[in-house]
C-alpha cells in the first residue's frame, strides 16, 4: 500500500486520515500494516516525483528545528546518568568537646554561666564568666626563680668562653698529645651544647608557668574553644559556686564532628562520591551537596558489622541539628558517550521502544530501537538507531 506525500497543507490535512485508515485496516497482516514491530521497511512512501525536500523543515519560535509542528531532534552522543531516589539518612556525631573550669592554681569562683543550650557558638564566644582568688606571692617566687635561672646560664656561658679559649690555646704542637687535647675540646664542646639546653628548656618552662600564672590572675571568662552546637550546660552549679579544677560547664558538638549517614549494603558508594544532603520534606526541603568520606564505617567507625556510609556536606551544622528528617540521593550510574534519545521522542507497545525517524526525502517511519535504559529526560539507545537520524518529538 503506497501514500503520496505531496505539498505541506496537503500533508497536514490528509496525514492524520491516511495514519487512522492504516491503523484500522482489518485482515492485514502484521508485514503490510503501517506500522510493524519489527521497525522495518515500514514506510509512508512518496512517489519520486513527488518527494518532499527539507524545507518542510522550520524555526520554531523557541529556535528548535521543526517539522509541520512536531520538534525534530538529531541524535548525538553524550553521557548519560540516572540519579537515586532520594532514601533516609541520619545525623551521627564522632566526638563531643567538654568546657571545663581548669587552672594551676588558687581558687575559681563561678560569676555567671551562660545557658546556651541548643545554641550555635563560634570560638571564643563566651560560656562562663569566673573570678579568680590567687596567691601573689606564688608569682612572685616563680619570677625570682626564673631570674636566678637566667642568672646561672648567663655565668655558665661566660665560664664556658674562657675554658673553650684557654683549651685551644694549649692544644700540644706534638702530635700525639695534640690528637688528645682536640678529643676533650670536641668533648668540651659536645658537653656545652647539651648544658645550653637544658638552661633554655628550664628557662622556657618558667617562662610559661610565669605567663600562666599571670593570664589566671586576670581570668574573668571562659570561652568556647571550637565552633559548634552546645548540647549540654551544666546546671547544677550556681553563681559564687567555687569551680573545683576540671569541672565541666558546657558540652559542644564541634561543626567538623557532625556527619550523616545512611546503610549502604548493596555497596554502590565509595569515597569522594558526589552526593546530595536534603533537610525537610516537600516544599520546605533544602539540599545542600555533599562527598562520601568513609564507607562502611571503617574511617570513622571501629563498627564493621554495619554497612554505616558517612558523608559531610556543605551546611549550617545548627540546621541539621534542628532541622529532619533527612534524606541524601546520587548519581548511581554513569554511561559515558552513548547515544541520547529524548524521553518524549520514545513510544512504548508491548514493552518494545519506537521512535518515528524523519528521513531526508520527508518520508516518515517507526522504528524500534533497544533501550539500554531512561532517566526520564532521556534514553541511551543499546541498538537500532545511528548518530544522525533525525526524529519526532511528540510533547512540545
Same mark, same amino acid.
Given at each position: 500500500?503506497?501514500?503520496?506525500?505531496?505539498?505541506?497543507?496537503?500533508?497536514?490535512?490528509?496525514?492524520?486520515?491516511?495514519?487512522?485508515?492504516?491503523?484500522?485496516?482489518?485482515?492485514?497482516?502484521?508485514?503490510?500494516?503501517?506500522?510493524?514491530?519489527?521497525?522495518?521497511?515500514?514506510?509512508?512512501?512518496?512517489?519520486?516525483?513527488?518527494?518532499?525536500?527539507?524545507?518542510?523543515?522550520?524555526?520554531?519560535?523557541?529556535?528548535?528545528?521543526?517539522?509541520?509542528? @512536531?520538534?525534530?531532534?538529531?541524535?548525538?552522543?553524550?553521557?548519560?546518568?540516572?540519579?537515586?531516589?532520594?532514601?533516609?539518612?541520619?545525623?551521627?556525631?564522632?566526638?563531643?568537646?567538654?568546657?571545663?573550669?581548669?587552672?594551676?592554681?588558687?581558687?575559681?569562683?563561678?560569676?555567671?554561666?551562660?545557658?546556651?543550650?541548643?545554641?550555635?557558638?563560634?570560638?571564643?564566644?563566651?560560656?562562663?564568666?569566673?573570678?579568680?582568688?590567687?596567691?601573689?606571692?606564688?608569682?612572685?617566687?616563680?619570677?625570682?626563680?626564673?631570674?636566678?635561672?637566667?642568672?646561672?646560664?648567663?655565668?655558665?656561658?661566660?665560664?664556658?668562653?674562657?675554658?673553650?679559649?684557654?683549651?685551644?690555646?694549649?692544644?700540644?704542637?706534638?702530635?700525639?698529645?695534640?690528637?688528645?687535647?682536640?678529643?676533650?675540646?670536641?668533648?668540651?664542646?659536645?658537653?656545652?651544647?647539651?648544658?645550653?639546653?637544658?638552661?633554655?628548656?628550664?628557662?622556657?618552662?618558667?617562662?610559661?608557668?610565669?605567663?600562666?600564672?599571670?593570664?589566671?590572675?586576670?581570668?574573668?571568662?571562659?570561652?568556647?574553644?571550637?565552633?559548634?552546637?552546645?548540647?549540654?550546660?551544666?546546671?547544677?552549679?550556681?553563681?559564687?559556686?567555687?569551680?573545683?579544677?576540671?569541672?565541666?560547664?558546657?558540652?559542644?558538638?564541634?561543626?567538623?564532628?557532625?556527619?550523616?549517614?545512611?546503610?549502604?549494603?548493596?555497596?554502590? @558508594?565509595?569515597?569522594?562520591?558526589?552526593?546530595?544532603?536534603?533537610?525537610?520534606?516537600?516544599?520546605?526541603?533544602?539540599?545542600?551537596?555533599?562527598?562520601?568520606?568513609?564507607?562502611?564505617?571503617?574511617?570513622?567507625?571501629?563498627?564493621?558489622?554495619?554497612?554505616?556510609?558517612?558523608?559531610?556536606?556543605?551546611?549550617?551544622?545548627?540546621?541539621?541539628?534542628?532541622?529532619?528528617?533527612?534524606?541524601?540521593?546520587?548519581?548511581?550510574?554513569?554511561?559515558?558517550?552513548?547515544?541520547?534519545?529524548?524521553?518524549?521522542?520514545?513510544?512504548?507497545?508491548?514493552?518494545?521502544?519506537?521512535?518515528?525517524?524523519?528521513?531526508?526525502?520527508?518520508?516518515?517511519?517507526?522504528?524500534?530501537?533497544?533501550?539500554?535504559?531512561?532517566?526520564?529526560?532521556? @534514553?541511551?539507545? @543499546?541498538?537500532?538507531?545511528?548518530?544522525?537520524?533525525?526524529?519526532?518529538?511528540?510533547?512540545?
Amino acid at each position: 500500500m503506497r501514500y503520496i506525500l505531496t505539498r505541506k497543507n496537503y500533508w497536514k490535512k490528509t496525514l492524520p486520515l491516511l495514519l487512522a485508515a492504516a491503523l484500522g485496516l482489518s485482515g492485514c497482516s502484521s508485514e503490510n500494516s503501517l506500522f510493524t514491530d519489527a521497525g522495518t521497511n515500514v514506510v509512508i512512501q512518496a512517489q519520486k516525483e513527488d518527494y518532499l525536500d527539507l524545507s518542510a523543515l522550520e524555526e520554531s519560535d523557541t529556535g528548535k528545528t521543526t517539522f509541520n509542528g @512536531y520538534e525534530v531532534y538529531t541524535l548525538e552522543y553524550g553521557d548519560f546518568q540516572t540519579e537515586s531516589a532520594a532514601f533516609s539518612a541520619g545525623i551521627d556525631v564522632m566526638e563531643t568537646t567538654v568546657v571545663r573550669a581548669e587552672y594551676a592554681s588558687g581558687t575559681m569562683r563561678l560569676v555567671q554561666l551562660n545557658d546556651l543550650r541548643s545554641t550555635f557558638v563560634s570560638k571564643g564566644d563566651v560560656i562562663a564568666l569566673v573570678s579568680m582568688e590567687t596567691n601573689a606571692l606564688d608569682l612572685e617566687e616563680l619570677e625570682l626563680s626564673l631570674t636566678r635561672l637566667k642568672e646561672r646560664y648567663e655565668k655558665f656561658k661566660a665560664d664556658y668562653e674562657v675554658a673553650h679559649e684557654e683549651a685551644i690555646e694549649n692544644i700540644s704542637i706534638y702530635e700525639l698529645p695534640g690528637k688528645i687535647d682536640r678529643l676533650e675540646l670536641y668533648q668540651m664542646e659536645m658537653d656545652h651544647i647539651r648544658q645550653d639546653e637544658s638552661y633554655l628548656k628550664q628557662m622556657e618552662s618558667y617562662e610559661e608557668r610565669v605567663e600562666e600564672l599571670k593570664d589566671l590572675m586576670n581570668t574573668t571568662e571562659i570561652v568556647a574553644p571550637v565552633d559548634g552546637i552546645v548540647i549540654e550546660v551544666n546546671r547544677e552549679i550556681s553563681a559564687g559556686a567555687k569551680l573545683e579544677n576540671g569541672t565541666m560547664l558546657a558540652k559542644i558538638i564541634p561543626s567538623d564532628q557532625i556527619y550523616m549517614t545512611f546503610e549502604d549494603n548493596l555497596s554502590h @558508594y565509595a569515597y569522594g562520591n558526589e552526593m546530595t544532603f536534603i533537610v525537610g520534606r516537600n516544599a520546605q526541603a533544602k539540599e545542600f551537596p555533599a562527598k562520601v568520606i568513609s564507607t562502611n564505617g571503617k574511617a570513622l567507625s571501629s563498627d564493621w558489622s554495619k554497612r554505616t556510609t558517612y558523608i559531610s556536606a556543605s551546611t549550617s551544622p545548627f540546621e541539621v541539628i534542628t532541622s529532619g528528617p533527612f534524606y541524601v540521593k546520587a548519581v548511581t550510574n554513569v554511561m559515558k558517550n552513548v547515544l541520547l534519545l529524548p524521553f518524549d521522542a520514545v513510544t512504548t507497545d508491548s514493552g518494545k521502544y519506537f521512535v518515528t525517524v524523519l528521513h531526508e526525502d520527508g518520508t516518515l517511519e517507526k522504528t524500534q530501537f533497544l533501550s539500554g535504559g531512561n532517566n526520564t529526560e532521556y @534514553y541511551w539507545v @543499546y541498538d537500532g538507531l545511528e548518530e544522525g537520524t533525525k526524529v519526532l518529538i511528540y510533547n512540545n
